[in-house]
């Protein structure tokens, strides 16, 4: 049987992980709200680090994520970020494992 003090030992533990999990949560509901805040261009420039001529020629091709409403361009960091993550470059090892596994593969298939 458990003795009664280490009972209340380990309640006061829980309570105490639960209260980290609780901070936790609440702030990474916190950020999310932040990130769901429409963003200016202005904002923008400053997260990227893209000249504003070069935001504009980006919305102009379609080819970042961006809102339009009464002539008046918005942005979101989550779709920001999302979009340059989608821009990653392979590494040279990366590459090197990705040849390997194909020229791999090739030698198994004419086996």
């Known amino acids: 049987m458990i003795p009664f003090e280490q009972t ?12 980290e999990l609780k901070a936790l949560y609440l702030k990474k509901v916190e950020k999310k709200e932040e990130d769901d805040d429409p963003k200016s261009i202005d904002e923008i420039e400053i997260m990227t680090g893209f000249a504003k001529p070069t ?4 919305v102009r091709k379609n080819s970042m994520p961006f809102h339009k ?38 030698r198994k298939s004419k086996r």
Do not use: M, P
Request: aromatic residues 12%.
């Open 69 to 106: 409403v009464n002539g008046r361009l918005f942005f979101f960091k989550s779709e920001i970020r999302e979009w340059i993550k989608q821009g990653r470059q392979k590494t040279n090892l990366e590459i090197e494992a990705d040849t390997d596994s194909l020229l791999s593969n090739k």
């Open 8 to 19: 209340q030992q380990d309640v006061a533990e829980v309570k105490k992980d639960l209260k």
């Open 55 to 58: 935001l504009y020629g980006y």
